[in-house]
């Protein structure tokens, strides 16, 4: 079992929908968690940094996370065409080591 | 701008070759990372500097891999004699040491044939 679990996808949602992507993780030293957006053939986009449980809000991109459930969330709200893109959660850790989920590709249908 | 930059974006090598990766990171930056990624998998760490040390590096790097760091600003990643399975995305990126998010830059997409 890997450390760090996430639906490949894909996801295809029609525009202005609400997104919702996910991860769970079993380690439980995990403190904080982050989630990327990557397009194709570029590199990672830090979207969201977060530490310990709860939420955090950023426009349109809402992070939360579940330490008791070892659950992490992305949701994307009013969502574009131009969302559409592969999404890693990632994980650290120890003081620099990040730990990925394979991504989840996301299909924003105009 | 003021982003990670590496150099070349694109290598295609024959099997055997020696190839080398260039890395700028973020200029007030003093953590810089190595990562592979191939089709479909998250980034896989490869190694790590603090200024210029090499302070941990994968056990699934072989010894064809080596990375430097020599003054603590760019880095370089040689792969010696290289294999087909070492084809992938290569990335670099740099953190601060505060709250130590990293920052991605564009890869190079390493092909060997």
Redesign the interface.
């Known amino acids: 079992q890997k450390e760090?679990e996430?639906d490949?996808g894909p996801l295809s949602v029609p525009e202005g929908a609400i997104v919702s992507l996910n991860c769970t993780y079993s380690n439980s030293a995990f403190q904080?968690f982050?989630w990327?957006r990557q397009y194709s053939?570029?590199?990672?986009?830090?979207l969201m940094?977060t530490y310990s449980s709860g939420n955090k809000e950023d426009g349109r991109f809402t992070a939360q996370v579940d330490k008791s459930s070892k659950y992490i969330s992305l949701f994307i709200r009013d969502s574009q065409p131009s969302d559409s893109a592969t999404y890693?959660c990632?994980m650290?850790f120890s003081?620099?080591?990040?730990i990925?989920?394979?991504?989840t590709k996301l299909i924003i249908k105009p | 701008d003021t982003g990670v930059s590496q150099d070349p974006r694109h290598k295609i090598t024959k099997r055997g070759q020696n190839v080398t990766f260039r890395c700028d990171p973020i200029s007030e930056h003093n953590r810089l990372y190595w990562y592979r990624q191939t089709l479909g998998q998250g980034p896989e760490f490869l190694t790590y500097f603090q200024n210029e040390a090499q302070l941990e590096k994968s056990r699934l790097l072989s010894d064809r891999f080596s990375a430097e760091r020599p003054k603590g600003s760019f880095s370089t990643l040689e792969i010696q004699r290289t294999e087909q399975g070492d084809s992938a995305m290569y990335l670099c990126a740099s953190s601060s040491a505060g709250t130590g998010e990293q920052y991605f830059g564009p890869g190079t997409r390493l092909t060997v044939t």
């Open positions: 760090v996430q490949p904080y982050m990327y053939r570029k590199g990672p986009e830090l940094y890693l990632a650290k003081n620099y080591q990040l990925w989920g394979a991504g």
